[in-house]
Structure formats: C-alpha cells, structure tokens
C-alpha cells in the first residue's frame, strides 16, 4: 500500500476529541447498546474488545430506550494539532496513526458519495469519525475504548481510540498495515446500512424475531464486510477535492492482510482464542471462513447491490 504524498486531506471528515473528556457510563453491558464479545482482561474480567458494535435506533438491542446513558464532559472537537500535522506540507505526515487513517476516512466516504447513488438510488451523506482516547459520550451512551471502533446511528458518526490498532494486532494477531483501512471501511459499511434502511430492517426483524437477534446480526456484520471488501476494489480510484490520488497503489499483500484480520476477529476464533467453548448461538459477527469469504466476495466482485445481499429473504 502506498499512500499519496501530494494528496490534501479533508480534516472537517474527523473530530478529534482526543483533547477532551468524555463522560460516564451508559454504553455496553446493561447500560443501552451494543454487542460486547466476552474476552478476558488481564485483570480477570470481561471486555468487550471487537471490530464493531451493533447499535441499532430504538430497537431490541436496546429497547428503544434513551441511549444517553447520563455522563457527559467536555467533549469540543479540536482538529487544530490535525490541521498541522496532516497538511501536504509535513512530509512524515503518513508516518503518523491519525494522518494515515484520515486518509482511510477520505478515500471511504470519497467512494460511497459516488457508489452510493449509482448502486442504490440513494444520496450519500457525509459521516464524521470521531478519534477519542480513554472515553467518549456518543448518541449511544457513553463509551470507552475497550468496545473498539464502532458506528453509532443516532448520531451518525463513527468512534475509535486509535489505540485499538495496537490491541488488534497484540490481541487478536492482525498486525499488518491494511488492517486498519479495513475497520475503517467496514465502520463505514454500517453506515451506508443506516442509509438505505438495511439497518432499520434488522432491527424490525430482530424485534419480530428475538431468538434470532443474533443470527440477524451476523447478517448485517457479513454485509458491512462485503462493503469493505468493495471499497478496497476500488480504493486507488478515490481521490480529493481537487481529483489527487489518495491511494497510489493497494497489493495482493494487502489485501491479504485485511483477509487475514476477518480471519483473526471471527466468533469462531475469538471464542477459542478466549478459552471458551465455540458456541454458534452466540456468534454476532460471523465465523472466520464468513467473514473472509464475504469480504473477498466484495472485492472481487465490487458489486455491492448485487453480491453483498447476506440476508436474501431473511429480512
């Protein structure tokens, strides 16, 4: 992978709230969202450590109560320090973990704004990513960095403390460069499900159907897969404002790298990996051999309309 030196990267795309404090409570076990995977801590306890949070409005995930699970802080975006550190004018911008997944921001969001509306009849609407540290208040509640990246419907907007990387790679064996493009896009795949409805639909379904909530949910994680796996299709086609590359070039080697992150954060692996028994009832996200195959299904068919249907009539 080789990013473009000469590329103007969009800071309005992030908000950096790493300078902030986020609040309290609310977010995960019991406190209104999300889909925790149980993984030991060192301290013995449990942590809910995975790719992405099912947060769904209203729904059976949180029945549909106030998502704003009290907390608060400051929490004022300051992309000031971005601004400096990103600009086309620092040449070691791309050595720094922000700059660089900026740049993954960018090229997401440049290729949904024109597939979006091709593939689906639908208007791409911007999402900010919001990079935070420690803690963050979101319109799902409060959040702190051991839920890992997430999508928040509510708000719109994408949440990770860049640190997380360090823990996939530490963790979970996903050490490679291409892995954190992949989180990105896949964050971002739960988004296009907010706009064109896939997400309301499984939440209806989930409500219909609450002894299969889980099933519904693998659905929708395979599907924000295949999505990645069509962005990184046609990655090195999206550019900025001003028609620069932001990608020069994406390998057979990373894209194998991404392969071998689903493979590394399948239910399947995580379970064994925490010492559990593997149990399908409580997969959320698919196994590994689903989640690289429908990320590969993505990408070498770049159809997201058509070949990224994981639900057929099951919603």
């Not at 301290?43 to 790719?51: A, E, M, P, S």
């Not at 064109?196 to 994680?221: C, F, I």
Request: hydrophobic share 30%.
């Amino acid at each position: 992978m080789e990013l473009n030196e000469n590329a103007n990267l969009d800071t309005s795309q992030v908000e950096d709230l790493r300078g902030s404090t986020g609040g309290g409570g609310g977010f995960g076990r019991g406190g209104g969202g999300g889909i925790p995977i149980p993984l030991p801590s060192g301290g013995g306890g449990w942590i809910g450590l995975i790719l992405t949070i099912v947060v769904l409005v209203g729904g059976a995930i949180f029945g549909g109560a106030n998502l704003l699970g009290g907390g608060g802080g400051n929490q004022t975006p300051d992309n000031n320090n971005l601004d400096q550190k990103c600009a086309a004018s620092n040449p070691n911008r791309f050595q720094e973990v922000d700059c660089r997944n900026l740049l993954y921001v960018n090229s997401v969001q440049a290729y949904w704004r024109t597939a979006l509306p091709q593939t689906f009849g639908t208007q791409y609407q911007q999402a900010p990513t919001d990079f935070f540290s420690g803690q963050v208040q979101t319109g799902c509640g409060a959040a702190d960095s051991g839920v890992g990246p997430f999508y928040c419907p509510p708000d719109r907007k994408v949440y990770i403390d860049l640190t997380f990387y360090n823990e996939l790679s530490q963790r979970f064996g996903a050490s490679g460069e291409f892995a954190a493009p992949y989180v990105i896009a896949h964050e971002y795949g739960h988004h296009v499900q907010n706009l064109v409805g896939t997400a309301d639909q499984v939440n209806r379904a989930q409500q219909r159907d609450p002894g299969n909530a889980n099933r519904y949910s693998v659905m929708l994680e395979l599907q924000a897969d295949c999505y990645a796996g069509v962005w990184a299709k046609f990655a090195t086609t999206t550019t900025d404002a001003g028609g620069q590359p932001l990608f020069k070039s994406i390998t057979d080697a990373d894209i194998q790298q991404a392969v071998e992150t689903a493979e590394a954060i399948g239910d399947d692996t995580i379970q064994q990996k925490s010492g559990m028994q593997v149990n399908p009832d409580k997969f959320t996200h698919g196994t590994s051999a689903q989640r690289k195959q429908w990320f590969l299904r993505g990408y070498q068919s770049g159809d997201p309309k058509n070949q990224c249907d994981t639900f057929g009539n099951g919603v």
